[in-house]
């Protein structure tokens, strides 16, 4: 399996307050990725990273904000949380294989109160 | 841009029966992948099944099969001698190659393996 972990697991926050998600990958995996698994939505892709300092928007990046400065590691940035973020949050990844195939984290699961 | 359609929010068979979930997509491109992914209660999510859209023979990995139908642009699972442990979420994706590198996914089908 990849090594892709993703901090913290789980967290209470309230509205108004900033929130960083951090994944982490050891497989030198060029492109990185965070969804938002919510009820009756299945997995929305937030933002994406396609290379160190190269990333793209998703279908539902309003009030989201990443950053990849190294290849292992991408951030999720709420500037600003409200309770509509409440959600439970994926990070994946793959490589430049042809096979196309996802690595997921854990998840984290994120309350907004 | 691509869509991914799962029309089954949920289903629910017997053990040991067979179950076909849908999922139909949409894209003018030629060159992509297709992908079934299982999300059981722990949360994890686990690659299934993979259909490389150039190969007409349909994947196939122990007891999951696909139907893959290029033209109608539908890729359903099939599951034989569904067991307990069957029992996920479903998710079908979506990523074209050489060009676009976002993987699009379907809402899933949330399916129950009744002992």
């Known amino acids: 399996d990849a090594g892709i972990t993703q901090s913290p697991r789980h967290k209470v926050t309230e509205t108004g307050t900033p929130v960083t998600l951090r994944c982490h990958q050891t497989?030198?995996?060029?492109?990185m990725y965070w969804y938002r698994q919510d009820p009756g939505h299945g997995l929305r892709l937030i933002h994406y990273?396609?290379?160190?300092?190269?990333?793209d928007k998703g279908e539902v990046s309003d009030g989201y904000s990443v950053s990849r400065s190294k290849t292992e590691d991408f951030l999720l940035t709420l500037e600003s949380a409200t309770s509509s973020q409440t959600s439970v949050y994926f990070c994946?990844?793959?490589?430049?294989?042809?096979?196309?195939?996802?690595?997921f984290g854990e998840g984290s699961r994120l309350t907004v109160l | 841009a691509q869509t991914v359609t799962q029309s089954q929010p949920e289903m629910s068979v017997q053990e040991a029966e067979t179950v076909t979930l849908s999922c139909t997509y949409d894209?003018?491109?030629?060159?992509?992948?297709l992908f079934w992914y299982k999300q059981p209660p722990s949360r994890q999510m686990i690659l299934v099944i993979r259909?490389?859209?150039?190969?007409?023979q349909n994947a196939t990995e122990n007891r999951f099969s696909v139907n893959f139908q290029k033209a109608a642009k539908s890729f359903s699972l099939k599951i034989s001698d569904s067991q307990l442990g069957d029992t996920a979420m479903y998710f079908c994706?979506?990523?074209?190659?050489?060009?676009?590198?976002?993987?699009?996914f379907g809402k899933g089908t949330r399916l129950h393996i009744l002992p």
């Open positions: 994946a990844s793959r490589g430049l294989s042809e096979t196309g195939e996802l690595f």
């Open positions: 497989e030198n995996h060029r492109y």
């Open positions: 990273s396609y290379g160190v300092k190269d990333t």
């Open positions: 894209t003018s491109e030629n060159n992509y992948y």
């Open positions: 259909q490389e859209a150039y190969k007409q």
């Open positions: 994706a979506f990523i074209l190659m050489n060009r676009d590198d976002k993987i699009i």
